[in-house]
Protein backbone atom coordinates (compact mmCIF):
# COMPACT_ATOMS: atom_id res chain seq x y z
CA UNK A 1 0.00 0.00 0.00
CA UNK A 2 1.29 3.61 -0.80
CA UNK A 3 0.68 6.16 1.82
CA UNK A 4 0.67 9.52 1.46
CA UNK A 5 1.49 11.54 5.06
CA UNK A 6 -0.23 14.98 5.48
CA UNK A 7 2.47 17.93 5.68
CA UNK A 8 0.30 19.41 8.16
CA UNK A 9 0.10 16.35 10.58
CA UNK A 10 1.12 16.30 14.50
CA UNK A 11 0.80 19.18 16.84
CA UNK A 12 -0.42 22.52 15.98
CA UNK A 13 2.02 25.39 17.45
CA UNK A 14 -0.70 26.49 19.71
CA UNK A 15 -0.85 22.64 21.48
CA UNK A 16 2.79 22.21 21.24
CA UNK A 17 3.84 25.59 23.11
CA UNK A 18 0.57 24.74 25.79
CA UNK A 19 2.48 20.70 25.69
CA UNK A 20 5.94 22.34 26.19
CA UNK A 21 4.50 24.43 29.38
CA UNK A 22 3.42 21.42 30.96
CA UNK A 23 6.63 20.06 30.48
CA UNK A 24 8.96 22.98 31.86
CA UNK A 25 6.28 22.70 34.77
CA UNK A 26 6.79 19.03 35.66
CA UNK A 27 10.41 19.50 35.34
CA UNK A 28 10.58 21.71 38.26
CA UNK A 29 9.01 18.49 40.22
CA UNK A 30 5.68 19.99 40.99
CA UNK A 31 2.05 18.37 40.90
CA UNK A 32 1.16 19.85 37.41
CA UNK A 33 -2.41 19.88 37.08
CA UNK A 34 -4.98 21.05 33.74
CA UNK A 35 -8.99 21.35 33.52
CA UNK A 36 -9.77 18.73 30.93
CA UNK A 37 -6.99 16.59 29.33
CA UNK A 38 -3.62 18.94 27.62
CA UNK A 39 -3.68 16.59 24.73
CA UNK A 40 -6.52 13.95 22.81
CA UNK A 41 -4.06 10.44 23.72
CA UNK A 42 -4.57 8.64 26.61
CA UNK A 43 -0.99 7.00 26.47
CA UNK A 44 0.54 10.15 26.37
CA UNK A 45 -1.62 11.77 29.28
CA UNK A 46 -0.71 8.14 31.10
CA UNK A 47 2.96 8.54 30.65
CA UNK A 48 2.37 12.33 31.63
CA UNK A 49 0.14 11.19 35.00
CA UNK A 50 3.53 9.30 35.89
CA UNK A 51 5.94 12.32 35.99
CA UNK A 52 2.79 14.25 38.05
CA UNK A 53 0.05 15.73 35.78
CA UNK A 54 -3.15 15.35 36.40
CA UNK A 55 -6.19 16.15 34.28
CA UNK A 56 -9.12 17.42 36.49
CA UNK A 57 -12.52 17.96 35.67
CA UNK A 58 -13.50 20.57 37.80
CA UNK A 59 -11.65 23.00 40.52
CA UNK A 60 -12.87 21.57 43.32
CA UNK A 61 -10.20 18.96 42.93
CA UNK A 62 -7.34 20.86 42.98
CA UNK A 63 -6.07 21.91 46.57
CA UNK A 64 -2.38 22.42 45.64
CA UNK A 65 0.31 23.23 42.89
CA UNK A 66 0.24 24.31 39.57
CA UNK A 67 -2.45 24.76 37.00
CA UNK A 68 -1.56 24.95 33.41
CA UNK A 69 -4.22 26.42 31.09
CA UNK A 70 -5.01 24.64 28.04
CA UNK A 71 -4.55 25.73 24.65
CA UNK A 72 -8.40 26.46 24.15
CA UNK A 73 -8.38 29.05 27.33
CA UNK A 74 -10.12 29.13 30.32
CA UNK A 75 -13.63 31.06 31.81
CA UNK A 76 -12.16 34.29 33.36
CA UNK A 77 -14.13 33.32 36.28
CA UNK A 78 -12.50 29.71 36.67
CA UNK A 79 -9.25 31.77 36.55
CA UNK A 80 -10.02 34.26 39.12
CA UNK A 81 -11.64 31.03 41.58
CA UNK A 82 -7.81 29.27 40.73
CA UNK A 83 -5.94 32.41 41.81
CA UNK A 84 -8.21 32.79 44.89
CA UNK A 85 -7.17 28.74 45.66
CA UNK A 86 -3.64 30.06 46.07
CA UNK A 87 -2.67 28.02 43.04
CA UNK A 88 0.09 28.91 40.55
CA UNK A 89 -0.95 29.17 37.05
CA UNK A 90 0.63 29.15 34.00
CA UNK A 91 -1.51 30.88 30.97
CA UNK A 92 -0.80 28.35 27.98
CA UNK A 93 -3.94 29.98 25.95
CA UNK A 94 -3.21 29.75 22.61
CA UNK A 95 -2.23 33.63 21.70
CA UNK A 96 -4.30 33.06 18.38
CA UNK A 97 -7.56 32.40 20.82
CA UNK A 98 -5.50 35.06 22.89
CA UNK A 99 -6.59 37.40 20.24
CA UNK A 100 -10.77 36.61 19.38
CA UNK A 101 -10.68 36.80 23.12
CA UNK A 102 -9.54 40.27 23.37
CA UNK A 103 -11.77 40.92 20.07
CA UNK A 104 -14.97 39.59 21.96
CA UNK A 105 -14.51 41.76 24.89
CA UNK A 106 -13.96 44.67 22.84
CA UNK A 107 -16.97 44.12 21.14
CA UNK A 108 -18.76 43.25 24.53
CA UNK A 109 -17.37 46.80 25.52
CA UNK A 110 -18.64 48.51 22.40
CA UNK A 111 -21.98 47.46 22.89
CA UNK A 112 -22.35 44.29 20.04
CA UNK A 113 -24.27 41.05 19.80
CA UNK A 114 -21.27 38.78 20.20
CA UNK A 115 -22.26 35.65 17.89
CA UNK A 116 -19.53 32.91 17.66
CA UNK A 117 -19.53 30.00 14.93
CA UNK A 118 -18.68 27.07 16.98
CA UNK A 119 -20.22 24.38 19.10
CA UNK A 120 -21.33 25.42 22.73
CA UNK A 121 -19.94 22.19 24.22
CA UNK A 122 -16.51 22.96 23.09
CA UNK A 123 -13.92 24.74 26.21
CA UNK A 124 -12.74 27.40 23.82
CA UNK A 125 -15.94 28.19 22.94
CA UNK A 126 -17.27 28.41 26.45
CA UNK A 127 -14.54 30.38 27.19
CA UNK A 128 -15.60 33.14 24.41
CA UNK A 129 -18.99 33.51 25.32
CA UNK A 130 -18.16 33.69 28.87
CA UNK A 131 -16.36 36.95 28.07
CA UNK A 132 -19.01 37.92 25.55
CA UNK A 133 -21.68 37.97 28.46
CA UNK A 134 -25.41 37.82 28.17
CA UNK A 135 -25.11 39.39 24.45
CA UNK A 136 -23.71 35.85 23.16
CA UNK A 137 -25.52 33.34 20.88
CA UNK A 138 -23.45 30.24 19.40
CA UNK A 139 -24.12 28.66 16.23
CA UNK A 140 -23.00 25.59 14.52
CA UNK A 141 -24.87 26.08 10.91
CA UNK A 142 -27.61 27.84 9.31
CA UNK A 143 -31.01 26.78 10.93
CA UNK A 144 -29.98 28.20 14.23
CA UNK A 145 -29.46 31.98 12.65
CA UNK A 146 -33.11 32.32 13.75
CA UNK A 147 -31.08 32.86 17.87
CA UNK A 148 -28.91 35.96 16.35
CA UNK A 149 -30.96 39.07 17.20
CA UNK A 150 -32.05 41.16 14.13
CA UNK A 151 -31.83 44.48 15.79
CA UNK A 152 -28.88 45.18 16.73
CA UNK A 153 -25.00 45.33 15.70
CA UNK A 154 -23.38 42.32 15.60
CA UNK A 155 -19.83 40.74 15.96
CA UNK A 156 -19.40 37.76 14.23
CA UNK A 157 -16.16 35.59 15.37
CA UNK A 158 -15.66 31.98 14.73
CA UNK A 159 -14.37 28.53 16.55
CA UNK A 160 -10.95 28.75 15.44
CA UNK A 161 -11.22 25.11 14.30
CA UNK A 162 -14.48 25.22 13.03
CA UNK A 163 -14.82 23.91 9.30
CA UNK A 164 -14.10 26.93 6.93
CA UNK A 165 -16.65 26.09 3.95
CA UNK A 166 -19.42 25.77 6.63
CA UNK A 167 -18.26 28.92 8.28
CA UNK A 168 -18.28 30.26 4.63
CA UNK A 169 -21.65 29.63 4.40
CA UNK A 170 -23.09 31.16 7.88
CA UNK A 171 -21.04 34.00 7.26
CA UNK A 172 -22.86 34.70 4.02
CA UNK A 173 -26.25 34.56 5.61
CA UNK A 174 -25.69 36.37 8.38
CA UNK A 175 -23.98 39.76 6.32
CA UNK A 176 -27.49 38.87 4.23
CA UNK A 177 -29.66 39.66 7.33
CA UNK A 178 -28.01 41.84 9.21
CA UNK A 179 -27.16 45.34 8.47
CA UNK A 180 -24.30 46.14 10.81
CA UNK A 181 -22.18 43.12 11.23
CA UNK A 182 -18.46 43.02 12.01
CA UNK A 183 -16.45 39.68 10.90
CA UNK A 184 -13.80 38.58 12.59
CA UNK A 185 -12.75 35.65 10.56
CA UNK A 186 -10.67 33.22 13.25
CA UNK A 187 -10.44 29.97 12.28
CA UNK A 188 -6.79 29.97 12.65
CA UNK A 189 -3.86 29.33 9.88
CA UNK A 190 -3.12 26.10 11.23
CA UNK A 191 -6.51 24.68 10.97
CA UNK A 192 -7.20 25.98 7.56
CA UNK A 193 -4.10 25.01 6.22
CA UNK A 194 -5.46 21.45 7.65
CA UNK A 195 -8.26 21.72 6.03
CA UNK A 196 -6.82 22.44 2.61
CA UNK A 197 -4.55 20.28 2.72
CA UNK A 198 -7.23 16.88 3.15
CA UNK A 199 -9.01 17.93 0.81
CA UNK A 200 -6.99 18.07 -1.47
CA UNK A 201 -5.43 14.96 -0.44
CA UNK A 202 -8.64 13.25 -0.61
CA UNK A 203 -8.73 13.87 -4.51
CA UNK A 204 -5.75 12.02 -4.70
CA UNK A 205 -6.17 8.96 -3.00
CA UNK A 206 -8.45 5.77 -2.90
CA UNK A 207 -8.87 6.54 0.94
CA UNK A 208 -8.37 8.66 3.99
CA UNK A 209 -7.43 8.05 7.27
CA UNK A 210 -7.53 10.87 9.69
CA UNK A 211 -6.08 10.45 13.21
CA UNK A 212 -7.11 11.89 16.69
CA UNK A 213 -9.40 11.50 19.75
CA UNK A 214 -13.26 11.39 18.26
CA UNK A 215 -13.89 14.26 21.03
CA UNK A 216 -11.31 16.65 19.59
CA UNK A 217 -13.23 19.12 17.52
CA UNK A 218 -10.58 19.76 14.80
CA UNK A 219 -10.02 16.01 14.16
CA UNK A 220 -13.75 15.54 14.07
CA UNK A 221 -13.64 18.65 11.15
CA UNK A 222 -11.17 16.76 8.97
CA UNK A 223 -12.66 13.83 8.66
CA UNK A 224 -16.41 15.36 7.61
CA UNK A 225 -13.91 17.12 5.20
CA UNK A 226 -12.71 13.99 3.46
CA UNK A 227 -16.55 12.56 3.66
CA UNK A 228 -17.93 15.44 1.87
CA UNK A 229 -14.69 14.68 -0.89
CA UNK A 230 -16.62 11.16 -1.10
CA UNK A 231 -13.38 9.25 -0.09
CA UNK A 232 -13.98 6.44 1.99
CA UNK A 233 -12.85 7.43 5.73
CA UNK A 234 -11.94 6.37 8.43
CA UNK A 235 -11.40 8.41 11.77
CA UNK A 236 -9.02 6.19 14.37
CA UNK A 237 -7.41 6.83 17.76
CA UNK A 238 -4.93 4.59 17.38
CA UNK A 239 -2.80 1.98 15.03
CA UNK A 240 -5.01 -1.23 16.44
CA UNK A 241 -8.18 0.55 15.53
CA UNK A 242 -7.76 0.39 11.67
CA UNK A 243 -8.80 -3.48 10.36
CA UNK A 244 -6.18 -4.75 7.91
CA UNK A 245 -8.65 -6.39 5.91
CA UNK A 246 -11.15 -3.71 5.25
CA UNK A 247 -7.59 -1.10 4.10
CA UNK A 248 -6.19 -3.87 1.84
CA UNK A 249 -8.52 -3.03 -0.57
CA UNK A 250 -7.12 0.53 -0.98
CA UNK A 251 -4.04 0.89 -3.01
CA UNK A 252 -3.12 4.65 -1.83
CA UNK A 253 -4.33 5.55 1.49
CA UNK A 254 -3.90 9.70 2.46
CA UNK A 255 -3.26 9.83 5.94
CA UNK A 256 -3.78 13.01 8.20
CA UNK A 257 -4.26 13.87 11.99
CA UNK A 258 -5.21 16.07 14.49
CA UNK A 259 -3.56 19.17 16.12
CA UNK A 260 -3.54 17.65 19.21
CA UNK A 261 -2.63 14.62 18.20
CA UNK A 262 0.87 13.22 18.93
CA UNK A 263 3.40 12.51 16.17
CA UNK A 264 4.19 9.07 17.88
CA UNK A 265 0.63 8.06 17.67
CA UNK A 266 0.54 8.97 13.55
CA UNK A 267 3.33 7.07 13.16
CA UNK A 268 2.20 4.23 14.41
CA UNK A 269 -0.76 4.30 12.21
CA UNK A 270 0.98 5.14 9.00
CA UNK A 271 3.33 1.86 9.75
CA UNK A 272 0.71 -0.27 9.95
CA UNK A 273 -0.97 0.75 6.97
CA UNK A 274 2.67 -0.18 5.09
CA UNK A 275 2.09 -3.36 6.36
CA UNK A 276 -1.10 -3.78 4.45
CA UNK A 277 -0.71 -5.54 1.30
CA UNK A 278 -3.54 -4.81 -1.34
CA UNK A 279 -2.43 -7.44 -3.82
CA UNK A 280 -1.83 -10.15 -1.31
CA UNK A 281 1.38 -10.96 0.79
CA UNK A 282 3.71 -11.79 -2.08
CA UNK A 283 7.65 -11.91 -2.87
CA UNK A 284 7.60 -8.24 -2.41
CA UNK A 285 5.94 -7.97 0.58
CA UNK A 286 8.22 -11.55 2.12
CA UNK A 287 11.46 -9.31 1.37
CA UNK A 288 10.48 -5.90 3.03
CA UNK A 289 9.16 -7.43 6.08
CA UNK A 290 12.48 -9.90 6.52
CA UNK A 291 14.71 -6.00 5.92
CA UNK A 292 12.08 -4.34 8.24
CA UNK A 293 12.78 -8.07 10.93
CA UNK A 294 16.60 -7.02 10.26
CA UNK A 295 15.99 -3.25 11.40
CA UNK A 296 13.58 -3.81 14.31
CA UNK A 297 15.44 -6.53 15.54
CA UNK A 298 18.34 -4.68 15.76
CA UNK A 299 20.68 -7.22 13.77
CA UNK A 300 20.74 -3.90 10.96
CA UNK A 301 22.42 -1.73 13.46
CA UNK A 302 24.67 -4.48 14.62
CA UNK A 303 25.94 -5.07 10.89
CA UNK A 304 26.47 -1.42 10.19
CA UNK A 305 28.61 -1.75 13.66
CA UNK A 306 30.63 -4.25 12.08
CA UNK A 307 31.03 -1.85 8.67
CA UNK A 308 32.31 1.08 10.79
CA UNK A 309 34.86 -1.44 12.69
CA UNK A 310 36.52 -1.94 9.33
CA UNK A 311 36.60 1.94 8.49
CA UNK A 312 38.02 1.89 12.22
CA UNK A 313 40.46 -0.89 11.16
CA UNK A 314 41.49 0.76 7.92
CA UNK A 315 42.60 4.20 9.80
CA UNK A 316 44.51 2.62 12.46
CA UNK A 317 46.45 0.80 9.78
CA UNK A 318 44.91 -2.29 11.74
CA UNK A 319 44.17 -5.55 9.68
CA UNK A 320 40.87 -6.35 9.25
CA UNK A 321 40.62 -9.94 11.99
CA UNK A 322 36.92 -11.45 12.12
CA UNK A 323 37.13 -11.32 15.60
CA UNK A 324 36.94 -7.29 15.95
CA UNK A 325 33.83 -7.26 13.33
CA UNK A 326 32.49 -10.17 15.88
CA UNK A 327 33.13 -8.70 18.84
CA UNK A 328 31.58 -5.26 17.52
CA UNK A 329 28.68 -7.00 15.99
CA UNK A 330 27.14 -9.03 19.15
CA UNK A 331 28.12 -6.47 21.68
CA UNK A 332 26.05 -3.58 19.66
CA UNK A 333 23.19 -6.87 19.23
CA UNK A 334 23.02 -7.84 22.84
CA UNK A 335 23.22 -4.43 24.56
CA UNK A 336 20.70 -2.73 21.90
CA UNK A 337 18.15 -5.86 22.61
CA UNK A 338 19.42 -5.83 26.75
CA UNK A 339 18.47 -1.95 27.40
CA UNK A 340 15.13 -2.49 25.21
CA UNK A 341 14.43 -5.13 27.80
CA UNK A 342 14.91 -3.10 30.76
CA UNK A 343 13.25 -0.47 29.19
CA UNK A 344 9.82 -1.81 28.50
CA UNK A 345 6.52 0.22 29.29
CA UNK A 346 8.28 3.44 28.83
CA UNK A 347 7.47 4.27 25.91
CA UNK A 348 4.38 6.54 25.40
CA UNK A 349 3.23 3.92 22.04
CA UNK A 350 5.49 1.01 21.14
CA UNK A 351 7.86 1.75 18.46
CA UNK A 352 7.88 -1.12 16.01
CA UNK A 353 11.26 -2.50 17.38
CA UNK A 354 9.64 -2.73 21.07
CA UNK A 355 6.68 -4.33 19.61
CA UNK A 356 8.47 -6.73 17.82
CA UNK A 357 10.56 -7.00 20.93
CA UNK A 358 7.44 -7.83 23.20
CA UNK A 359 6.20 -10.62 20.47
CA UNK A 360 9.48 -12.67 20.06
CA UNK A 361 10.04 -11.72 23.86
CA UNK A 362 11.66 -15.16 24.94
CA UNK A 363 13.92 -15.56 21.69
CA UNK A 364 15.15 -12.19 21.34
CA UNK A 365 16.25 -12.74 25.29
CA UNK A 366 18.11 -15.93 24.61
CA UNK A 367 19.78 -14.74 21.56
CA UNK A 368 20.86 -11.35 23.13
CA UNK A 369 22.31 -13.55 26.04
CA UNK A 370 24.21 -15.35 23.41
CA UNK A 371 25.56 -12.51 21.79
CA UNK A 372 26.75 -11.64 25.17
CA UNK A 373 28.41 -14.52 26.21
CA UNK A 374 29.94 -14.40 22.40
CA UNK A 375 31.18 -10.86 23.00
CA UNK A 376 33.24 -11.45 26.09
CA UNK A 377 34.62 -14.60 24.96
CA UNK A 378 35.24 -12.65 21.61
CA UNK A 379 37.17 -9.83 23.89
CA UNK A 380 38.68 -12.37 26.06
CA UNK A 381 40.61 -13.85 23.24
CA UNK A 382 41.67 -10.94 22.40
CA UNK A 383 43.34 -9.69 25.43
CA UNK A 384 42.74 -8.54 28.75
CA UNK A 385 42.06 -4.94 27.55
CA UNK A 386 39.87 -6.06 25.56
CA UNK A 387 38.06 -7.94 27.59
CA UNK A 388 38.09 -5.37 30.04
CA UNK A 389 36.60 -3.08 27.48
CA UNK A 390 33.71 -4.75 26.49
CA UNK A 391 32.62 -5.74 30.25
CA UNK A 392 33.01 -1.98 31.20
CA UNK A 393 30.72 -1.08 28.53
CA UNK A 394 28.42 -3.59 29.49
CA UNK A 395 28.63 -2.41 32.87
CA UNK A 396 27.64 0.80 32.17
CA UNK A 397 25.58 -0.19 29.14
CA UNK A 398 23.22 -2.47 31.67
CA UNK A 399 23.92 -0.64 34.42
CA UNK A 400 22.28 2.32 33.04
CA UNK A 401 19.13 2.29 33.54
CA UNK A 402 19.46 0.73 37.23
CA UNK A 403 19.11 2.88 40.25
CA UNK A 404 22.40 3.48 41.95
CA UNK A 405 21.17 6.70 44.58
CA UNK A 406 18.35 5.76 46.53
CA UNK A 407 15.35 7.65 46.04
CA UNK A 408 14.75 8.63 49.80
CA UNK A 409 18.43 10.49 49.57
CA UNK A 410 15.84 12.61 47.47
CA UNK A 411 18.33 13.84 44.58
CA UNK A 412 16.63 14.41 41.08
CA UNK A 413 19.58 11.84 39.48
CA UNK A 414 19.58 8.56 40.64
CA UNK A 415 20.14 6.89 37.95
CA UNK A 416 23.10 7.41 35.12
CA UNK A 417 19.94 7.55 32.41
CA UNK A 418 19.15 10.41 34.69
CA UNK A 419 21.89 12.99 33.56
CA UNK A 420 20.50 14.78 30.90
CA UNK A 421 21.58 14.22 27.28
CA UNK A 422 23.80 10.67 28.78
CA UNK A 423 22.24 8.31 26.16
CA UNK A 424 23.84 9.47 23.22
CA UNK A 425 27.14 10.42 25.11
CA UNK A 426 27.28 6.97 26.74
CA UNK A 427 26.48 4.73 23.30
CA UNK A 428 28.99 6.48 21.65
CA UNK A 429 31.58 5.49 23.90
CA UNK A 430 30.79 2.11 23.97
CA UNK A 431 31.05 2.12 19.98
CA UNK A 432 34.18 3.58 20.06
CA UNK A 433 35.52 0.66 22.25
CA UNK A 434 34.10 -1.88 20.62
CA UNK A 435 35.01 -0.48 16.63
CA UNK A 436 38.38 0.87 17.39
CA UNK A 437 39.85 0.90 20.66
CA UNK A 438 39.49 -2.94 21.01
CA UNK A 439 41.13 -3.42 17.24
CA UNK A 440 43.63 -0.82 18.40
CA UNK A 441 44.40 -2.25 21.72
CA UNK A 442 44.83 -6.27 19.96
CA UNK A 443 47.09 -5.29 17.42
CA UNK A 444 49.45 -2.66 19.38
CA UNK A 445 50.85 0.62 18.10
CA UNK A 446 50.64 -0.09 14.79
CA UNK A 447 50.10 3.62 13.36
CA UNK A 448 51.33 7.01 15.80
CA UNK A 449 49.05 7.31 18.77
CA UNK A 450 47.91 11.17 17.31
CA UNK A 451 45.92 8.94 14.19
CA UNK A 452 44.72 6.64 16.78
CA UNK A 453 42.95 9.09 18.94
CA UNK A 454 41.71 11.32 15.63
CA UNK A 455 40.31 7.62 14.55
CA UNK A 456 38.34 7.58 17.86
CA UNK A 457 37.33 10.67 17.85
CA UNK A 458 36.27 10.27 14.11
CA UNK A 459 34.03 7.20 15.50
CA UNK A 460 32.71 9.26 18.61
CA UNK A 461 31.34 12.01 16.64
CA UNK A 462 29.85 9.50 13.66
CA UNK A 463 27.81 7.66 15.98
CA UNK A 464 27.32 10.75 18.53
CA UNK A 465 25.73 12.37 15.27
CA UNK A 466 24.07 9.52 14.26
CA UNK A 467 22.06 8.78 17.80
CA UNK A 468 21.51 12.71 17.80
CA UNK A 469 19.49 11.89 14.43
CA UNK A 470 17.44 9.34 15.90
CA UNK A 471 16.22 11.23 18.70
CA UNK A 472 15.31 13.95 17.01
CA UNK A 473 12.72 12.15 15.24
CA UNK A 474 10.55 11.33 18.35
CA UNK A 475 11.38 14.40 20.44
CA UNK A 476 7.73 15.02 21.68
CA UNK A 477 8.00 10.85 22.96
CA UNK A 478 11.12 11.32 24.46
CA UNK A 479 10.09 14.64 26.40
CA UNK A 480 6.56 12.89 27.73
CA UNK A 481 8.45 10.09 29.56
CA UNK A 482 10.96 12.27 30.48
CA UNK A 483 14.00 10.64 28.62
CA UNK A 484 16.45 13.79 28.71
CA UNK A 485 18.03 13.47 24.91
CA UNK A 486 19.87 15.84 23.71
CA UNK A 487 16.98 17.14 21.52
CA UNK A 488 14.57 16.89 24.17
CA UNK A 489 16.99 19.27 26.09
CA UNK A 490 17.92 21.68 22.93
CA UNK A 491 14.78 21.35 21.25
CA UNK A 492 14.65 21.30 17.72
CA UNK A 493 16.53 24.44 15.88
CA UNK A 494 19.91 24.16 18.43
CA UNK A 495 19.56 19.50 17.49
CA UNK A 496 19.90 20.54 13.86
CA UNK A 497 22.96 23.10 14.59
CA UNK A 498 24.43 20.41 17.36
CA UNK A 499 23.77 17.43 14.62
CA UNK A 500 25.81 19.91 11.86
CA UNK A 501 28.77 20.74 13.97
CA UNK A 502 29.40 16.95 15.46
CA UNK A 503 29.10 16.06 11.71
CA UNK A 504 31.86 18.69 10.62
CA UNK A 505 33.98 17.70 13.79
CA UNK A 506 33.62 14.02 12.30
CA UNK A 507 34.98 15.72 9.10
CA UNK A 508 37.97 17.36 10.85
CA UNK A 509 38.82 14.05 12.85
CA UNK A 510 39.29 12.34 9.14
CA UNK A 511 41.56 15.14 8.06
CA UNK A 512 43.21 14.86 11.09
CA UNK A 513 43.85 11.52 10.60
CA UNK A 514 44.99 11.76 6.94
CA UNK A 515 47.94 14.74 7.69
CA UNK A 516 49.19 12.76 10.39
CA UNK A 517 49.46 9.96 8.76
CA UNK A 518 50.45 11.79 5.24
CA UNK A 519 47.94 9.74 3.46
CA UNK A 520 45.09 10.14 1.23
CA UNK A 521 42.85 7.50 1.94
CA UNK A 522 41.25 8.46 5.17
CA UNK A 523 39.69 11.49 3.29
CA UNK A 524 37.44 9.11 1.39
CA UNK A 525 35.78 8.51 3.90
CA UNK A 526 34.31 12.20 4.08
CA UNK A 527 32.03 10.73 1.74
CA UNK A 528 30.14 9.16 5.22
CA UNK A 529 29.79 12.56 6.53
CA UNK A 530 28.86 14.03 3.59
CA UNK A 531 25.91 11.78 3.00
CA UNK A 532 24.15 12.51 6.24
CA UNK A 533 25.04 15.86 5.66
CA UNK A 534 22.62 15.50 2.74
CA UNK A 535 20.10 13.50 4.56
CA UNK A 536 20.08 15.92 7.31
CA UNK A 537 17.26 18.39 5.50
CA UNK A 538 15.15 15.53 4.70
CA UNK A 539 14.95 14.62 8.49
CA UNK A 540 14.96 17.97 9.72
CA UNK A 541 12.16 19.12 6.81
CA UNK A 542 10.36 15.23 8.13
CA UNK A 543 10.31 14.14 4.39
CA UNK A 544 11.27 11.29 5.70
CA UNK A 545 9.13 10.24 8.36
CA UNK A 546 8.95 6.41 9.30
CA UNK A 547 11.58 5.70 12.10
CA UNK A 548 12.59 2.15 10.65
CA UNK A 549 13.09 4.32 7.16
CA UNK A 550 15.24 6.80 9.32
CA UNK A 551 17.36 4.01 10.89
CA UNK A 552 17.95 2.18 7.01
CA UNK A 553 18.81 5.92 5.75
CA UNK A 554 20.89 7.21 8.80
CA UNK A 555 22.75 3.32 9.02
CA UNK A 556 23.54 3.62 5.91
CA UNK A 557 26.17 6.32 6.55
CA UNK A 558 28.34 3.15 8.28
CA UNK A 559 27.94 0.61 6.16
CA UNK A 560 29.01 3.54 3.26
CA UNK A 561 32.26 3.91 5.13
CA UNK A 562 32.74 -0.23 5.82
CA UNK A 563 32.16 -0.52 1.83
CA UNK A 564 34.81 2.16 0.51
CA UNK A 565 37.49 0.90 3.33
CA UNK A 566 37.01 -2.43 1.85
CA UNK A 567 37.14 -0.95 -1.59
CA UNK A 568 40.06 0.75 -1.00
CA UNK A 569 41.93 -2.01 1.19
CA UNK A 570 44.46 -2.10 -1.85
CA UNK A 571 45.36 1.51 -1.32
CA UNK A 572 45.70 1.12 2.44
CA UNK A 573 48.62 0.04 3.91
CA UNK A 574 48.40 -2.51 6.95
CA UNK A 575 50.94 -3.97 9.48
CA UNK A 576 50.37 -7.00 10.99
CA UNK A 577 50.43 -7.72 14.28
S1 LIG B 1 -5.57 25.00 16.29
FE1 LIG B 1 -4.85 27.09 15.98
S2 LIG B 1 -5.86 28.27 17.52
FE2 LIG B 1 -6.08 26.17 18.14
S3 LIG B 1 -4.35 25.81 19.48
FE3 LIG B 1 -3.70 25.23 17.46
S4 LIG B 1 -2.69 27.05 16.61
FE4 LIG B 1 -3.92 27.70 18.37
Redesign the pocket.
Known amino acids: MRVRLSVNSG????????FDKVLGALQCGDTVHTLGPLVHNENAIRMLEKRGLRACREVSQIESGTVVVR??GIVPELEQELLARGLHVVDAT????RR?QQRVEKAAEEGRHTCIVGYRDHP?VVALAARAGDACSVIANVGELSEVPTDTPIFLAVQ??FNRSLFEEIRHAVTRDHEDVVVFD??????SK?QQEVRSLAGQVEAVVVVGSHTSS?TKRLAEIAGEEGVPTFHVTAADELDPARMSRFGTVAVVSG??TPNWVTRRVVEALLDVSPGGYGVRHMVRRLFLGMVESGLYASVGAAALTVAACRLQRVPVRWEYLAAALCYIFSIYTLSRLQQRGEEPAPTRRVAFLHAHLRTMSVVAVLFAVAAVGIATRLGTISAALIGTSYLLGIGYAVPIIPKKWGFRYKRLQDIPASKDLFAAGAWTAVCAIIPFAHAGALTSPAAAVATWMFVFLTVSAKATMYDSVDIQGDRVVGRETLPALLGERKTWQVCGGLLAASSASLAAVAIISSEWTPLALLAGPAYATLYLPLLRRGTVRLEDLNVVIVDGQLFLLGALSYILSSQWPTTSP
Open positions: FCWGVKRAAHCPHVIESTSICRATRNAS
